[in-house]
C-alpha cells in the first residue's frame, strides 16, 4: 500500500499538479492539506477519471481545508474537533484492511513565538495538545494499524531545519513546539517514517520558502510533513520518499509529497 501526503496550498489552483503526480507515482492513497476550497467546489472529477473515486473532503473557504483521495474504498470516514477556531484542519478514514489514517493540517502559528502577544501561535500549541490528548486517550489501541500524517508544521529535529542555531527562535522549530511534537509522537509510540531510514545525523527538508530567490541554491529548508505509523504497522513499513524534485515544477506548492509504502 503505498500513501502520500501533500500540502498542495490550493487544490483548484494545482489541480494539474496533483493529476501529474497521481499519474506519475500512482499513490493508492492521497491526503492533502491546504485545500482552500469548500467541499461542494472541490474538484473531484478529474480525479475520479484518474481513479480516486473513494474522496473524503473537509473544506472551507479560501484557507485550510483537508482532503483523502483513494483507489481503495472507505469503511468509515469522521472528523475529530482539534481545532477551537473552528477550521477544517482533520480527516479521519478506515479502510477495509484495517488501517486507520488520520489526515492533518496542525496551524503555522505565525511569526512570533509568544502565545501572550500572538494568538495564531497559542493556537497552534492548543491544538498539538488537543492532538497528544487525543492519542494518549488511544494507548490501549497502539497495536492496531494507524498512521497519523499530514504537515504539522513543526520541524523537530536540528537536522529537520538548514540552521538549528538560527531558528531556535523561528516558528516551527521553538522549543516549546518541538517538545510538545514529541509528546505527540509519544502519545501513541508513533515511529516517523521519515527517521525511521534517514538517521537523524543526516538534513531532511519537505518545505522550501517562497521568498528564496533560488530555492535550490539556498536550500533552506525545513521538514514540516510527516508520517507516523503506530506500533502496529511498523513491521509494515517498507520505504519512504520525500519528492524534492518538485519543488521546482512550474507553480509549484512550497511543499512537495511524502510518500511511505506499507506492507499491508
Known sequence: MKVATWNINSVRHRIGLVTRF???????????????VINELFPAEPLRKLGYVHQAIHGQKAYHGVAILSRLPFQETRVEDFCREGHARHMQVKFENGLELHNFYVPAGGDIPDPKR?????????????????????????????????????????????????????????????????????????????????????????????????????????RLDHAWISPGLKGALKSQTILKKMRGWQKASDHVPLIVELDI
Not at 497521481?22 to 482552500?36: F, G, N, S
Not at 494507548?139 to 529535529?157: F, Q
Open 22 to 36: 497521481l499519474r506519475d507515482q500512482q499513490p493508492d492513497v492521497l491526503a492533502l492539506q491546504e485545500t482552500k
Open 118 to 222: 500572538n494568538e495564531k501561535f497559542d493556537h497552534k500549541l492548543h491544538f498539538l495538545k488537543g492532538m497528544e490528548k487525543f492519542f494518549s486517550a488511544r494507548r490501549t489501541r497502539k497495536s492496531d494499524p494507524m498512521m497519523l500524517m499530514g504537515d504539522l508544521n513543526v520541524a523537530p529535529l536540528e537536522n529537520d531545519v538548514w540552521s538549528h542555531k538560527q531558528l531556535l527562535d523561528v516558528v516551527s522549530h521553538t522549543p516549546v513546539e518541538t517538545q510538545l511534537l514529541g509528546e505527540v509522537q509519544s502519545a501513541l509510540d508513533w515511529t516517523d517514517s521519515t527517521r525511521h531510514f534517514i538517521p537523524e545525523d543526516e538534513k531532511i527538508y519537505s518545505w522550501w520558502s517562497y521568498r528564496a530567490l533560488d530555492w535550490e541554491a539556498s536550500d533552506r529548508g525545513r
